[in-house]
C-alpha cells in the first residue's frame, strides 16, 4: 500500500499483509530491526524448546504466546522513549506508562498467528497517535501492558541485549 507515515510503522502491516496472503503455514514468526540485531543461538531452537513437551505430536505448551525484548528500563528511566511516547501520543498515557518495563518492539518472536495478529494490532494502534513521529514502539508498549492481552505476552531480559540501553541502565 502507500506510505502514509515512518516506514517503522508500515513494516507492520506490510508484514501482516505479506503472511495473510501467503500459502505458506509456519509453527513461528520473529520480527527484528533490520541493521542492528544479532542472534547467539538459533531463535528457532529456543522456542522450540519453549512451546513444545516430549516431541511435536505431545502438543504445545499453554504459556506465553509471544516474547517481547525488555530494554531492561522503566519507561521513566529512558529518554529516548520518554520523547517516543510524548511526540507520538502527547501526555494522555504517561501516568499509566511511566512505571512500566519497556518492550523492545525490535525483537519480537513467538507463536506464528499470535505474532501475526500482534503485528495487525500494533499498526493499528500505532496509526492512532501522530504518525509524524515514531510510533511503533510506544503503541507496542500500550498493547503488551494492557490487562486484556498482557498475559499472552512476556517481556524478557534474556532473550536479547540492549546495548543502547547499557549507559543508562548503568547510572
Known amino acids: 500500500g502507500q506510505l502514509t507515515g515512518h516506514p517503522h510503522m508500515q513494516r ?3 508484514i ?23 542472534f547467539q543461538t538459533n531463535p528457532s531452537e529456543f522456542l522450540e524448546e519453549l512451546y513444545y513437551y ?7 505448551h499453554e504459556k506465553t504466546g509471544i516474547i517481547i525484548a525488555s ?13 517516543n511516547i510524548h511526540e507520538g501520543y502527547g501526555p494522555i498515557f504517561w501516568d499509566w506508562i511511566k512505571d512500566k518495563e519497556i518492550g523492545n ?14 503485528l495487525m494490532l500494533n499498526w493499528l494502534v500505532s496509526q492512532a497517535g501522530n504518525t ?7 503503541s507496542l508498549n500500550l ?15 534474556n532473550i536479547a541485549l540492549q546495548v543502547g540501553t547499557l549507559n543508562e541502565e548503568l547510572d
Open 12 to 14: 507492520l502491516i506490510d
Open 143 to 157: 498493547i503488551i501492558h494492557n490487562k486484556l492481552i498482557s498475559d499472552k505476552i512476556k517481556i524478557d531480559d
Open 54 to 60: 516430549g516431541d511435536r505430536e505431545s502438543g504445545w
Open 105 to 118: 518492539v525490535g525483537v519480537m518472536l513467538g507463536r506464528y498467528d499470535e505474532m501475526k495478529n500482534l
Open 132 to 138: 509524524q513521529h515514531f510510533t511503533d514502539q510506544s
Open 16 to 38: 501482516w499483509h505479506i503472511l495473510e496472503n501467503s500459502k505458506e503455514e509456519y509453527r513461528f514468526l520473529i520480527t527484528t530491526d533490520v541493521r542492528d540485531v544479532v
Open 71 to 83: 530494554e531492561r528500563l522503566n519507561y521513566n528511566q529512558q529518554e529516548w522513549n520518554i520523547k
